[in-house]
């Protein structure tokens, strides 16, 4: 089945810098990848996804880019902010199916002020 | 709208107790989801049900069991809590022919 490896688990940035969480994936057959954020407390949301169709999509100030020669893709956060601190989950999913997802570790972001 | 509710919110069990995590979603969607969060680990699929009557396992159903009597409402059971089970739980779900998933706040639930 499906494996989602994410790094790093922690990153620490000083805010205005950038911050970039990578993911592979092990199945061809995904085609469907989104990225969620998990404030402390609260349920994971979905930020962006990407299909793999198209190599990147970018909406403000964050940005995803998917390589499937590779298995990989990647959300890249521009000029962060304190409120952008958060667990950020990639995951993997066949577009269209039964939408189970599987999901990487998490990658703790801290934006220091 | 209130979206994915999750009741309840806390709850210690001893080993071997029985309880049921309920999660509601008014939103009408068909797909519902159960996840558990634990530490270093991500979220991992329980159980999922694409719609009512209907449910299938995930990636670690054991321990557990679910229902979906109602369109609007999935429930969790652990019928002999154990320590392992120790967790949050987060229910999501969505609509037919969309991906995205919409999760609820969480149940934290310890057993001792």
């Known amino acids: 089945g499906e494996n989602v490896e994410q790094h790093p688990s922690t990153l620490s940035v000083q805010e205005g810098d950038s911050a970039v969480i990578k993911c592979t994936y092990s199945?061809?057959?995904?085609?469907?990848f989104p990225w969620y954020k998990q404030e402390l407390g609260k349920g994971p949301q979905l930020i962006i996804d990407?299909?793999?169709?198209?190599g990147e999509k970018k909406d403000q100030r964050i940005a995803v880019t998917l390589n499937k020669t590779a298995k990989h893709f990647s959300l890249h956060i521009t000029e962060t902010q304190p409120e952008d601190s958060a667990v950020y989950f990639c995951?993997?999913?066949?577009?269209?199916?039964?939408?189970?997802?599987?999901f990487g570790k998490g990658t703790k972001l801290s934006v220091k002020p | 709208n209130a979206g994915v509710t999750q009741t309840p919110k806390f709850r210690v069990l001893k080993t071997g107790q029985s309880m049921t995590l309920l999660c509601a979603q008014d939103m009408n969607h068909e797909y519902m989801y159960w996840y558990r969060q634990d530490p270093g680990m991500g979220l991992r699929l329980i159980h999922y049900?694409?719609?009512?009557?209907?449910?299938a396992k995930g990636e670690v159903p054991d321990g557990y069991n679910v229902s979906r009597l109602k369109k609007q409402n999935f429930l969790l059971g652990l019928e002999s809590a154990a320590p392992s089970q120790t967790s949050v739980y987060f229910c999501?779900?969505?609509?037919?022919?969309?991906?995205?998933?919409?999760f609820g706040p969480g149940t934290r639930l310890t057993v001792l």
């Open positions: 199945d061809s057959a995904s085609n469907y």
């Open positions: 995951a993997a999913s066949v577009w269209g199916s039964q939408g189970n997802l599987i």
């Open positions: 999501a779900s969505k609509r037919t022919g969309y991906n995205e998933q919409f």
């Open positions: 990407i299909r793999s169709n198209v």
């Open positions: 049900s694409v719609g009512e009557g209907t449910t």
